[in-house]
């Protein structure tokens, strides 16, 4: 199975400050057709998983502009660019081109 | 509104069988490959099985593969996953959606 790695594992961060996630596949996340299947997740406290980015990059419909996803093969991000109160909850990278499909172990993020 | 609606978890001993439903509204799942996904208590997400539209394929996760069975019903709008021979790690909150969105969840506890 593809391992998802994620750091820290721990973020606080002050409110308006930037924050950045990392994660790491095992294996390259280009899938035949061209495309890297590599989504990241927020889970609020006592929610279900939302899905913020797909495809590396992409936005989901309704996400705030200061979440962008970005990087390629093996090494990717997500950066927070002014942290808010409501984005308190753990992320989630996952990578969708091998199956299982796997996710990182998260990352809580928290306002210091 | 799209929404996701499980049903049919609860308490069931060891070797016990579940049967989920999940209940799609404001969107026709034919248009999409569906999934389950589960978080145990206090742990991360882990994602359990896939189907693609028409039900031609379908993806498990090595642990619960020959146990669970995962299918669809276009029709009535609404995804299954069938739970045979179940052990204590299967306890979990369980999530049924597509990738984008996903619904809160049905409580599967495995315990004598």
């Known amino acids: 199975d593809v391992v998802m790695t994620q750091s820290p594992l721990s973020l606080p961060v002050t409110l308006g400050q930037p924050a950045s996630i990392s994660c790491r596949s095992s294996q390259s996340l280009v899938y035949s057709d061209g495309n890297t299947y590599l989504s990241w997740f927020q889970q609020r406290p006592g929610q279900s998983p939302r899905r913020l980015i797909y495809?590396?990059?992409n936005r989901d419909s309704g996400v705030p502009d200061r979440f962008s996803g970005s990087g390629s093969g093996t090494d990717f991000t997500l950066k927070i660019s002014r942290v808010e109160a409501e984005d308190v909850g753990v992320y989630y990278c996952?990578?969708?081109?091998?199956?299982?499909?796997?996710f990182g172990q998260g990352t809580k993020l928290e306002i210091k | 509104e799209v929404q996701l609606v499980e049903s049919g978890g609860g308490l069931v001993q060891p070797g016990g069988s579940l049967r989920l439903s999940c209940a799609a509204s404001?969107?026709?799942?034919?248009?999409?490959?569906m999934g389950w996904v589960r978080q145990a208590p206090g742990k991360g997400l882990e994602w359990v099985a896939n189907i693609k539209q028409d039900g031609s394929e379908k993806y498990y996760v090595d642990s619960v593969k020959g146990r669970f069975t995962i299918s669809r019903d276009n029709a009535k709008n609404s995804l299954y996953l069938q739970m045979n021979s179940l052990r204590a790690e299967d306890t979990a909150v369980y999530h049924c959606g597509t990738e984008a969105t996903w619904g809160q969840g049905t409580l599967v506890t495995v315990s004598s």
């Open positions: 996952m990578q969708g081109t091998h199956w299982p499909h796997t």
């Open positions: 495809k590396v990059s």
């Open positions: 404001g969107f026709t799942i034919s248009n999409y490959w």
